[in-house]
């Protein structure tokens, strides 16, 4: 860790970037565990129904790496029919059994930790700590799985001598006693300074520790003195043997404001990052991403955040950039899974429009229904990038090094020589051959597609001699790594069955003397070249000056037309004399021009 943080800190000297923080290392603290060992990368299957969770975890997420789910609340709920059983009953608990929640009975819960391990993937519950019910339209049960209950009186488990004393909302939040002592949004609020109550917490967590689950979201945590957290972790039990038996991981909900610091809470778990939130919608809202390697220096230390582009409330109540915003939102996911900083959640959310209190497709009696990513009703945005929690996993312990940026919206960054990744938050295609530290091979593009036992079923391309063409798509992202190597069957990739002839390597070798500033770049008729436009031409590297070289995919069996052009540091561009020059490929090849 010493030596990854002064390689960080070189790294900040050269580029100037404010500051490069590295991932968890693994490493288990006596408070709490570090996420997954190497697998961090959490996705909240929000609303799920226990058994789509399981299916889950066996089609899609342990085939891909993911470490673990955070799944929505399980324990006994208001239901709230009179308000089209919205999707936040599951945040007023009535008592803490599993028998019957919206998403499943006890019994589905239990084989869906059960199979989710056997695919490799931790459960994550979303815990409910801070408090029980409110006194919104129906303040008294039955709750979910039948218990009767009012406001400050949960028979058999609290009573009103279990909740603070401030019962009225917090109204002033500059005040941290009130936003600790009274209610937040009316929810009866659990005085976790009792010994009862923090027993009482911590049997339930240690019945779901029991069962396999692996770690915890505080929710709310803020609102639960530090000390109360910490009283209450120090009474859980080790997780399952399965996941190495040591601390639960636990990360707190901090929405961090004026009066309470995300920073605060490190000492009980790791926290959200809500700056980080902010900080990346926006840039990839606005499409000026170019400087955000470094990120900026108000964040929690790396090792501590958790983060996201989106959550299920900030898609609601801040929607900077959600699903809603399709490619530009992936792009912004696929970039905190490439970005070495914090441990990424990913937000894998329903379709609603209307309400935002409108719950998760369901039956009339408000039970939600399985999952089916072919329904657009459910967004499994998780899904399109699937291939990049691969990266994650195979980067894990590099920096980021050789950087490349186009415009303000285009970044591309190498983790060590163990991956490369290139972003494009722009409207048009960004071609260039970027320098890299990978061994010269065949990639799969895992931006593009996934790669599973082998099969890569995304695009490829070929690193030779420290560079590799791409052509970043629009609102898009390139991104390779040493464990996924081998050609792909998808588009422009040989195998392409849309695409029969494939393509072919095609090497350009230019002799061309510049001067001090001027590059050379390749530009033809097809859009793998720029389609004749010289801002769209491909970059050749000087390496080997006065050869420069590129490698571009290109159609096999299809003739192209090209020239070389000299690009001047102020931007106008040169092109060499005489007609265009052409070729059809039929296997990889190498061109050797001279400058005309
Ligand atoms: C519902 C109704 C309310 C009603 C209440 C009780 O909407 O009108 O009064 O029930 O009957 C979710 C929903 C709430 C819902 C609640 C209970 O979002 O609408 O209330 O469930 O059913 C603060 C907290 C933070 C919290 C956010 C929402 O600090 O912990 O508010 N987030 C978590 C969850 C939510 C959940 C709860 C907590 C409650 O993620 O989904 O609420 O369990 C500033 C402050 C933040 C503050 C933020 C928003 O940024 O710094 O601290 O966050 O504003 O107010």
């Known amino acids: 860790m010493t030596i990854r943080r002064s390689m960080a800190a070189a790294l900040a000297a050269v580029f100037g970037f404010a500051l490069l923080l590295v991932p968890p290392s693994g490493a288990v603290s006596p408070a709490h565990a570090a996420p997954g060992g190497d697998k961090e990368v959490v996705v909240h299957l929000f609303q799920w129904r226990w058994e789509s969770v399981a299916a889950e975890c066996e089609s899609t997420l342990g085939p891909n ?35 019957d929640t919206r998403r499943g009975t006890r019994a589905d819960f239990v084989d869906m930790v059960d199979r989710c391990e056997d695919a490799g993937v931790r459960i994550y519950v979303d815990a409910v700590l801070n408090h029980m019910t409110g006194s919104g339209s129906v303040d008294s049960g039955p709750g ?31 005040d941290k006693w009130e936003v600790q002592n009274c209610e937040l949004v009316g929810l009866s609020d659990l005085d976790t300074s009792s010994e009862y109550v923090r027993d009482r917490l911590a049997g339930y967590l240690n019945e779901l520790i029991g069962i396999g689950v692996a770690g915890f979201r505080y929710d709310a945590a803020k609102h639960v003195p530090l000390a109360d957290v910490q009283a209450i972790n120090s009474r859980l039990d080790d997780v399952d043997a399965a996941w190495g038996g040591g601390r639960p991981y636990v990360f707190q909900e901090v929405i961090g404001d004026q009066t309470i610091a995300p ?76 970005h070495p900083y914090g441990t990424p959640k990913i937000m894998s959310s329903y379709a609603w429009s209307g309400s935002n209190d409108t719950g998760p497709p369901m039956g009339s009696d408000g039970e939600t229904r399985a999952t089916d990513c072919a329904d657009a009703r459910w967004v ?15 980067v894990d312990g590099t920096s980021i090094g050789d950087v490349a940026t186009g415009s303000s919206g285009q970044l591309a960054f190498a983790r060590g020589d163990r991956g490369h990744a290139a972003f494009n938050a722009t409207g048009g295609a960004w071609s260039r051959t970027f320098d890299t530290d990978l061994p010269d091979g065949t990639y799969c593009d895992v931006a ?61 070798h230019a002799n061309v003397t510049t001067w001090y500033g001027q590059n050379v770049l390749v530009v033809g008729d097809l859009p793998q070249l720029g389609s004749w436009n010289p801002d769209d031409a491909v970059a050749m590297s000087s390496a080997d000056y006065p050869i420069w070289k590129t490698t571009v995919d290109l159609p096999l069996d299809q003739r192209f037309e090209y020239k070389f052009i000299k690009r001047n540091p102020d ?26």
Request: proline share 6%; charged share 20%.
């Open 65 to 99: 790496g993911f470490g673990a789910v955070q799944v929505s609340p399980p324990q006994e709920h208001v239901v709230l029919q009179g308000e089209g059983y919205p999707w936040w009953q599951d945040y007023q608990p009535v008592s803490y059994s599993l028998d």
């Open 144 to 174: 979910s799985a039948g218990s009767d209950y009012t406001k400050y009186d949960y028979p058999g488990i609290y009573q009103s001598r279990d909740f603070h004393d401030c019962r009225r909302d917090i109204s002033d939040w500059n």
């Open 263 to 338: 920073g605060e809470y490190v000492p009980a778990g790791d926290v959200t990052e809500f700056q980080y939130h902010r900080d990346i919608s926006n840039a990839f809202k606005n499409g000026d991403i170019a400087h955000l390697t470094g990120l900026g220096g108000n964040l929690v230390d790396g090792e501590q955040a958790v983060v996201f582009v989106a959550n299920h409330d900030t898609q609601r109540s801040h929607p900077t950039l959600t699903h809603t915003d399709g490619d530009r939102y992936d792009l912004a996911q696929a970039f905190m899974l490439a």
């Open 380 to 394: 499994c945005e998780h899904r399109e990038v699937a291939g990049m929690v691969g990266f994650r996993n195979a």
């Open 448 to 508: 593009n597609g996934t790669f599973v036992d082998g099969e890569c079923d995304g695009p490829s391309y070929t690193v030779s001699g420290g560079s590799f063409s791409a052509q970043v798509p629009a609102d898009g992202a390139v991104a390779l790594h040493v464990a996924a190597q081998g050609e792909g069957t998808g588009p422009g990739g040989p195998g392409d069955p849309d695409e029969p002839g494939g393509t072919a390597a095609v090497g350009f």
């Open 571 to 596: 931007g106008t561009v040169e092109w060499e004399s005489g007609g265009n020059r052409s070729y059809t490929p039929s296997g990889p090849v190498t061109l050797n021009d001279d400058w005309r």
